[in-house]
């Protein structure tokens, strides 16, 4: 730069440092203005930016392109003079409800599907060490992990003997690891679900769950949940759809009656004769979602 130029840049520096010490006020107000209003820009990118990344966490805990069916276990009233005319026509009342050939029905009916997810879900313990919690043991085969986009952190998925034999093994989430094996490797150790003792095979990568997706999205904290094949869950654990018509009494208690398909049990409690929880329908192509909905 040469002498010339130098010396009129510092003269318009002088210039400008005079102007603000001479309007002190009006400059504050300008700076702050600035400030202000680069903070706002970044700060609503940077809301923005969250908002997407917490939709696509929410995308990737439901899946996507999914059709869900669940079944439904309606509470209807009928007095005593209705049951003895629908018993005397003849009616049928019982409902085999949502079962595992509604599965191969679907599979063989609607076209253009990637997956199908049956889920049983079961409420009950785990024990280990002494140490004793209520847990979720849930009976799927190797598509729901695929469908909820879950990834192991240790351990193999289950292979084709455990999920057409029932073997009693288990893939168990990040939290159930953290609160029974802290010290150890819980790959091949045993943990015990309810009556039974599963296998551990596998380990599930850690999945971020806020209180607003649980609350929103109608989900659990899956990070808790023990996974086990679903032939394992319905041989070893409970299989509903073996339940009839003349065994209900048995097992539900004396005065148990059948409504519409509807198990009432004792004090007229609702009892889930449905064999499946949950089927999930994963498709290809989102276009088709509605007509594949209509379909099923």
């Not at 706002?40 to 439901?62: H, S």
């Amino acid at each position: 730069m040469s002498n010339k130029k130098r010396e009129r840049f510092l003269a318009n520096l002088n210039i400008a440092y005079s102007a603000v010490l001479s309007n002190r006020v009006r400059s504050i107000l300008t700076g702050l203005g600035i400030i202000f209003g680069v903070s706002a820009v970044i700060a609503m990118l940077a809301i923005g930016n969250g908002a997407r990344e917490e939709i696509r966490e929410q995308i990737k805990l439901v899946g996507v392109n999914n059709i869900v069916i669940k079944p439904v276990i309606e509470q209807k009233e009928e007095n005593l003079e209705e049951q003895d005319q629908n018993q005397e026509s003849g009616t049928k009342k019982f409902s085999p409800g949502l079962t595992i050939r509604d599965q191969k029905d679907i599979l063989k009916v609607v076209p253009g599907m990637k997956n199908i997810s049956p889920e049983v879900l079961l409420e009950t313990f785990v024990v280990k060490n002494g140490i004793r919690r209520s847990g979720k043991l849930v009976g799927v085969e190797r598509a729901y992990f695929e469908i909820i986009n879950f990834a192991l952190e240790s351990g193999r998925m289950f292979n084709s003997y455990q999920l057409q034999n029932g073997s009693p093994v288990c893939i168990i989430g990040k939290s159930v690891k953290s609160r029974f094996f802290t010290t150890e490797d819980p790959i091949g150790k045993y943990i015990k679900c309810g009556n039974n003792w599963l296998k551990i095979v596998g380990v599930l990568q850690e999945r971020v769950i806020t209180d607003n997706s649980i609350s929103n999205l109608g989900i659990r904290d899956y990070n808790m949940d023990i996974y086990t094949p679903l032939q394992t869950m319905l041989i070893r654990y409970e299989n509903r759809d073996m339940v009839t018509k003349n065994s209900l009494g048995g097992r539900f208690g004396g005065g148990v009656v059948i409504i519409n398909g509807e198990v009432q049990g004792g004090g007229g409690k609702s009892a889930n004769y449905h064999q499946l929880d949950k089927l999930v329908v994963q498709i290809e192509e989102t276009a088709k979602l509605t007509s594949t909905a209509d379909i099923i």
